[in-house]
Every structure is written in C-alpha cells, then in structure tokens.
C-alpha cells in the first residue's frame, strides 16, 4: 500500500548545527510534498512545500530537496536554534486522490541550547 | 492557523456516550478534512469534504460520521465513544486550486473514560 517513511524519529542537534529529516514515497505519480512544523499543544503548521518540477526549493534557513528517482526528499535547517526544536512531519499526495495526503509519523527535534 | 477554529478544545467524556466535534473556518475553502494523531501514528484522516453536503471517508473512518451543512463547518461525530478514540483531533482546510496545500486548525484534544 501506499506509504510515507519519515527518519529518523528523534534527532537532536547543538544550538548553531544543521539538521536533516528524510522521507521516501511509494508512488512515483507524487507531485507535491509539503513539511509541518508542530510545535506542543498546537497544530501542524505549513513551513514548505515543493513541487516536482523542481529540485529544491529554500526560504531562509529551511530548505527541501527532491529526488524523483529515488522517490526521497529531504528538510534541511540550517543554523538551527532553539525555536526550531518542534515534531516535523512529512506529507505526500494519496495514491487515489491528490488532495488526500499521507503523512510521515514524525520526527522531534530538540536543539540543545 | 488560517482562520480554523475547533471547538471544543478539550473534552473529557465516558465510553458510550456522543460526542460531536466541531470546525468552523472564514476562508470560504471548499475542502475540509478531519484527523486524528495518535503517539507513533502521526496523522491519519478520519473524514473529509469536497463540498457542502459531500464527504468521503478516509483511512480511519469505523466509529466516525460528518456532517457539512455549509462551507463554514464540518462537523465530527462520535455516536458511541470508545476509549480507542481518546486522541487530539485535527481539523484542515485547502482551497480548490491547491486543495494539497492543507492547513490546520489547532486540535481537540479528546479523552474517553
């Protein structure tokens, strides 16, 4: 069946550090990959999203890859601080409708001070 | 959170007993969605809406029914809760156009005894 894979599960990283977050997809019809960022007690916040028909995309100090042909992409924070440390989520389209997403089971990051 | 409120936020009820949940959005967005997050799971769709009086079910939709009478809400029902459905509930909404690009509202935080 369809899935999304989301490593690692926990990651945590020194104050100034970078960290990546790494997801594969099953169906290679996926167009369209968004991140959340949930910080505790709220919901699923949109911080990027990107498209096939590019393979990267950066809005200051985050950043998403895309490999098609490895069916992966990837979150990219640099310069992390303390502010970051949330659960990310990864998301692709459902194999049977593209506005049904399949979500990763999350990744916390805690950014040590 | 985009103009997404759920009520209520918390509710603690007893095994049996209904519960409905409610989402209200002022973004006039044609697709609503209902999740729910559990420890390990991530996020899994409940229900969802393409329209008023049109709803589909998702991946975990046994114990579940919706309701959308107008654009504004969507409405979750418990018709017997169970302590399985003790989780926080999520709501979301996407514009026709980009209806992938989901965003949510701030959860329900649920508790069956």
């Known amino acids: 069946g369809e899935n999304v894979e989301q490593h690692p599960s926990t990651l945590s990283v020194q104050e100034g550090d970078s960290a990546v977050i790494k997801c594969t997809y099953s169906d290679s019809a996926s167009n369209y990959f968004p991140w959340y960022k949930q910080e505790l007690g709220k919901g699923p916040q949109l911080i990027i999203d990107?498209?096939?028909?590019?393979g990267e995309k950066k809005d200051q100090r985050i950043a998403v890859t895309l490999n098609k042909t490895a069916k992966h992409f990837s979150l990219h924070i640099t310069e992390t601080q303390p502010e970051d440390s949330a659960v990310y989520f990864c998301a692709a389209p459902s194999m049977d409708s593209s506005y049904k997403l399949i979500f990763g089971s999350g990744t916390r990051l805690l950014v040590r001070p | 959170d985009a103009g997404i409120t759920q009520s209520p936020r918390h509710k603690v009820t007893e095994t049996g007993t209904p519960v409905t949940l409610r989402c209200h959005q002022t973004?006039?967005?044609?697709?609503m969605y209902w999740y729910r997050q559990d420890p390990g799971h991530g996020l899994r769709l409940i229900h969802y809406s393409y329209g008023v009086k049109d709803t589909d079910k998702g991946e975990v939709s046994d114990g579940y029914s919706v309701s959308r009478s107008k654009t504004e809400d969507f409405l979750l029902t418990l018709e017997s809760a169970t302590s399985s459905q003790t989780s926080v509930y999520f709501c979301a909404i996407s514009e026709q156009g980009s209806q992938e690009t989901q965003y949510f509202g701030p959860g329900t935080r649920l508790l069956v005894l």
């Open positions: 990107i498209r096939s028909n590019v």
């Open positions: 973004e006039n967005h044609r697709y």
